[in-house]
């Protein structure tokens, strides 16, 4: 047989089965996309797990009737300039995910620039694009996706249950939430009564106040703040007293210039820090945020943009271990100040109640 290019909805289908695993990985791209446009305020709709239908309205700076156009074709992105293209791996913007959320599903984007009269709205149906055509909205964009994965029945197969693919989308809110405590967030739908988390106050405040509001009461109540740096690497953020513990490690959210990210190391680097305050099966909570130049980390190792890999994981790993014991010897010697020697047993969860 000849050799023949793919035609451009396969070449979509085929980066659409990487960029989007599920539901969730659509409404992370698309907060990320709201975030990214400067919005203030994010709302999120779903139903049927995201299957059926996910809905994100942002009140940020939208696009123009030209832009639109460009934004659902591959590799448009307005997020790099010819100097960034260099630098292209490190910075992780592609302009793969809108094409790619067109090509597995019905893909409504209605968006309001300042400097256009009027909305304007486009549909992309499983790659089939519509011409943009004038719409009402007064602000931002919408995005509305509808029948995710009607096109690509395997794909459906492998998601779970509604209720568990809306417990993903929740996390994937949850960790964007808890990195921009400036932005208020909605999210709504799956028969649930909707969450609001107010916009709160930039700096530690009210980064404490959002993670208070996602991670709860008791961790506001045990935080402690912590913070290390060296070399142009910053760690900060707060990590919950010993007292309050978790059976996995899943209350571990690390950060990564301002984006959630993961990374195996920093499940090391937190058993180590707390290795001296809890039992091997008990698993702190913490929020880390690293700072540092964002060549000196590379956020596209995977397509979905969920794993990190830093360039001297030794260092992170060193400051994440610095703050965190730096942090709780401060908390052990304040407790100890404060209520005499007997919180010191306190501050092992493993032989004594939590603090109320
Ligand atoms: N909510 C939004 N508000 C304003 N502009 C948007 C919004 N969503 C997308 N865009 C525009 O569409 C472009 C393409 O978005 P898309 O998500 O496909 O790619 P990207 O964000 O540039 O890169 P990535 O593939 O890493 O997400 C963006 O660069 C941006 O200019
Ligand atoms: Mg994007």
Redesign the pocket.
Known sequence: MPVRQLPEQIINRIAAGE?VERPASVVK??V???I??G?SRIDIFTDGGGRRKIAIT?D????TAA?LAL?VERH????LDDEDLLQLRTL????????SIGSVARLSIT?RHKSEPHAWALQVDCGEKSPVVPAALNQ??R?EVADLFHATPARLKFLKTDRTEAEAIREVVRRLAMARPDIAFTIAGEERAPVTWAAALPGAPGQLTRLGDILGADFRSHAIAVQSARESVAVEGFAAAPALTRANALGQYLFVNGRPGRDKLILGAVRAAYADYLPRDRHPVVALFVTLDPREVDANVHPA?TEVRFRNAGLVRALIIHALKEGLAREGRRTAANDGGATIAAFRPAFAPPRP
């Not at 992780?92 to 094409?99: C, D």
Request: glycine content about 18%; charged content about 25%.
């Open positions: 960029v791209e698309l990320e996309n709201a990214d446009a919005a942002d940020g700076g939208g696009m832009d934004a448009a992105t307005s997020k992780g913007f592609r302009g793969e995910a809108l094409p968006t931002g964009t995005v943009k």
